[in-house]
């Protein structure tokens, strides 16, 4: 069964140190989001690609976090320099653009990030 | 600006209940998608249901039922005879059309206890 897979499952850092996510969407898959949840809340949108371009990311910390998909496949999620409210789940999802979206996202795994 | 709410932090009912969880949400589109979400502790979110706001007919999917009612905004979730594998965080979540965004609710924690 087509999955997004996404990496690392579970990250440690320090602050001030940079991470980086992947994220590798269903093969198809026109549109990707990051959304980042923070433990005992919903997941917030940071960004979201249509192919290769940004449709969204007026939720993104632009002064540490950055994203790209250069290629329109797969995408990866930086933070430079890591804070300690990052802690978080980020998660990775995709979805098919047809004739009509109706929002039915396929998620990753996540990536645990623990910032001390 | 749409918004989902679902006041249940966290619910703890005993295997074989019923229960019901909540969802208010709020748009200022006449078109739009309400789903469902479940995220067990793998933590992997996992879909549920879509229903579009034409549609309000409730909808049964074994154990699972679903009322929607535009009058109230309201997409309420049901789950009969619950299991201890129910265990998990459902998020009710939102899009409008023509916007690809999906807003998600703060979640409902339930816990079955067998």
């Known amino acids: 069964e087509a999955e997004v897979a996404q990496s690392p499952r579970y990250k440690i850092t320090e602050k001030s140190q940079a991470v980086a996510f992947w994220c590798d969407p269903i093969s198809g898959h026109a549109t990707l989001y990051w959304y980042r949840q923070i433990l005992g809340q919903g997941p917030e949108l940071l960004v979201q690609f249509q192919d290769e371009s940004v449709v969204d990311d007026s939720q993104l910390p632009k002064d540490r976090f950055s994203a790209e998909r250069l290629k329109g496949v797969d995408s990866t999620l930086k933070i430079q320099p890591a804070e300690l409210g990052d802690s978080a789940m980020y998660l990775c999802a995709s979805s098919s653009v047809g004739q009509g979206f109706t929002g039915e996202l396929f998620f990753g795994e996540g990536s645990r990030l623990t910032v001390l | 600006a749409q918004k989902v709410t679902q006041a249940q932090t966290e619910i703890s009912v005993v295997e074989k209940e019923d229960v019901t969880l909540d969802c208010v949400y709020e748009t200022r589109d006449t078109t739009y998608y309400l789903f469902w979400y479940k995220q067990p502790p793998s933590g992997e979110l996992v879909f549920l249901i879509r229903?579009?706001?034409?549609?309000?007919q409730n909808e049964i999917s074994g154990r699972y039922s679903w009322n929607f009612q535009k009058s109230t905004s309201s997409f309420n979730f049901t789950i009969t005879a619950s299991q201890v594998v129910d265990s998990a965080v459902y998020f009710c979540?939102?899009?409008?059309?023509?916007?690809?965004?999906?807003?998600f609710g703060t979640g409902t924690k339930l816990q079955v206890i067998p």
């Open positions: 229903r579009n706001s034409f549609d309000e």
């Open positions: 979540a939102l899009s409008e059309e023509g916007y690809q965004k999906v807003t």
